[in-house]
């Protein structure tokens, strides 16, 4: 095995760090390129709460006992989402009994973090409240929201 010292002039040296510094810089900005919603679209199942896996005791209205059974969150490449829990309710005329919750949203993204939102009423009737979610994409396919954890099912659009 053959080695070679190379000896490099001040000059040489301090010409290579200033081109070597943006290099780097410039390479470490492309490999954090932010995510596009096409990045991000697909189906995300909940797996868990904080550490609980599913089923789970969860509070209901006005404190009243209920199970989250299961849920899912899907994310779509035009920036539509829906979020279904399906909860068994252990209170209430019939009880208990499974209810499938499903609401619709719009998200944006900045960088790691996903912001859901409901989507714009143009209906004469529409209640005037405008509801907004935090989502932190956390790794390549977890998505946590206030101690709720969904991990990719499918990476492909619905």
């Known amino acids: 095995m053959l080695l070679l010292s190379v000896r490099h002039s001040p000059l040489a ?14 390479f470490a900005l492309g490999c954090t390129d932010p995510l596009s919603t096409a990045d991000v ?4 199942e909940l797996q868990r ?4 896996p599913l089923p789970v005791a969860w509070s209901g209205p006005a404190d ?19 979020w279904v829990m399906r909860i068994e309710e252990l209170w209430g005329p019939g009880a208990p009994r499974i209810v499938e919750y499903r609401s619709n ?12 939102r409901t989507p714009p009423c143009t209906a004469r009737d529409c209640a005037a409240s405008a509801a907004q979610t935090e989502l ?8 946590g929201i206030g101690g709720l954890y969904f991990a990719r099912s499918d990476a492909a659009a619905p």
């Open 105 to 116: 949203w719009v998200f944006d993204l900045d960088g790691n973090l996903l912001m859901l």
């Open 41 to 44: 679209a697909g189906r995300y």
């Open 49 to 52: 709460v904080r550490s609980d």
């Open 13 to 26: 040296s301090r010409a290579m760090k200033a081109i070597a510094l943006p290099l780097a810089a410039l």
């Open 136 to 143: 932190r994409i956390v790794g390549d396919n977890l998505i």
């Open 64 to 82: 009243a006992p209920q199970r989250l059974l299961a849920g899912h969150l899907v994310l779509s490449p035009d920036r539509s989402a829906e």
